[in-house]
C-alpha cells in the first residue's frame, strides 16, 4: 500500500461547481498535511496546509482532514478554468518528520 | 527575493556522462531537498538535507550524490547518467523540518533528457 494515494484522475468539472479531491494515507500518526497545486510545467506551490482534524477555509478552497478514516480532502467551490491543473496530496508521516511524501497527484480540468 | 533557483533548466546527456544540478534559496531556510518527477509518479524524494553539514538518502537515492555545499546551496550529481534518469528534477526548501515548519518551496525544475 502506497503511503499516499490520490485517484490519477482526470477529474471533469464543470465551470462554477464544487470540485472535490481526495488522499488516503497509511501512516496513522501523520500529524501534517499539505495540498500543492502544479501547472503544466510548472513546479509545486502551496495551497493549504491542515494539522487538525474538521475544516480550513481560504478563500474558494477548503481543506477537510478526517485522522480517524484517514483521509484530507481539497474542496474547490465556484470552480474556474484557473484551477485546471494537478494537485498534489503531501504527508508528514511521524516516524519521517523531516520530509514530505507525495500522492501521485490528481489532474483536474475545469470546463467552460 | 528569488527564492529557489535551479540551474539548468533545460539538460540533455549522454548515457554515461556525468553532470551537476544545481541550488540554490535565498530564504534562510535550513531544510533542503531534491525531487525527481515522472508522469503518474507524483514526486519522489531523492535525498533531503535538514540542516547545514547534513544530508541523508530518500526513496529513490541510487545513481545520484548530494552535496550541501553551505546553507544556501545544495547540489545533485549524477555520476553516469542513465536514461532511467530521465525526469524532471525539483529542489525545494523548508525553513526546518518538522511538523509545522516543513512547508516547502520548490524550485522552476530542470527537465533532464538521458540518451
Known amino acids: 500500500q502506497k503511503e499516499v494515494e490520490q485517484n490519477s484522475g482526470p477529474l471533469s468539472v464543470p465551470e462554477g461547481a464544487i470540485a472535490s479531491l481526495n488522499c488516503t494515507y497509511s501512516?496513522?500518526?501523520?500529524?501534517?498535511f499539505f495540498w500543492y497545486r502544479q501547472y503544466s510545467g510548472k513546479s509545486p506551490e502551496l495551497i493549504m496546509f491542515i494539522y487538525s482534524n474538521g475544516d480550513k477555509e481560504d478563500g474558494r478552497f477548503t481543506a477537510q482532514l478526517n485522522k480517524a478514516s484517514q483521509y484530507v480532502s481539497l474542496l474547490i467551490r465556484d470552480s474556474q478554468p484557473s484551477d485546471s491543473a494537478t494537485y498534489l496530496c503531501?504527508?508528514?508521516?511521524?516516524?519521517?518528520?523531516?520530509?514530505?511524501?507525495f500522492g501521485q497527484g490528481t489532474r483536474l480540468t475545469i470546463n467552460p | 527575493n528569488a527564492g529557489v533557483t535551479q540551474t539548468p533548466k533545460f539538460q540533455v546527456l549522454k548515457t554515461g556522462q556525468s553532470m551537476t544540478l544545481q541550488c540554490a534559496q535565498d530564504m534562510n531556510h535550513n531544510s533542503m531537498y531534491w525531487y525527481r518527477q515522472d508522469p503518474g509518479m507524483g514526486l519522489r524524494l531523492i535525498y533531503y538535507?535538514?540542516?547545514?553539514?547534513?544530508?541523508d538518502k530518500g526513496e529513490v537515492p541510487n545513481g545520484y550524490n548530494v552535496s550541501r555545499l553551505n546553507k544556501r546551496e545544495f547540489s545533485l550529481r549524477l555520476e553516469s547518467a542513465a536514461p532511467s534518469q530521465t525526469s524532471v528534477y525539483f529542489c525545494a526548501s523548508s525553513e526546518q523540518p518538522g511538523l509545522a515548519k516543513n512547508i516547502q518551496y520548490f524550485g522552476a525544475g530542470t527537465r533532464l533528457s538521458v540518451l
Open positions: 501512516d496513522r500518526g501523520s500529524q501534517s
Open positions: 538535507s535538514a540542516s547545514e553539514g547534513t544530508t
Open positions: 503531501a504527508v508528514i508521516p511521524i516516524q519521517g518528520a523531516q520530509k514530505l511524501v
